[in-house]
């Protein structure tokens, strides 16, 4: 396992925040059932990249997430990365 910079402890924290965002975004959903496979689709992507290391594209993947979150749901206040 590569060592894990302060970088990496950053970008964990924006990957959790962006996920809590992503979630409470489905709370506009009105119909339930889609809400939860909405929330089973964003948890599965989160999952799919969990383990990544380099940091370039830890970086891309949440640049991508917050452009889907906001062209999924315009509304959702999205931070741009810092």
Do not use: C
């Amino acid at each position: 396992m590569p060592e894990l910079t302060l970088k990496h402890f950053i970008l964990k924290q924006q990957a959790l925040n962006l996920y809590r965002r992503a979630i409470r975004a489905t709370r506009s959903i009105p119909d339930r059932s889609t809400r939860l496979e909405t929330i089973v689709w964003i948890r599965s992507e989160f999952e799919r990249n969990r383990n990544l290391h380099d940091v370039t594209l830890i970086e891309d993947r949440l640049a991508s997430g917050r452009r889907e979150l906001k062209q999924i749901f315009p509304t959702a206040h999205v931070p741009p990365l810092r």
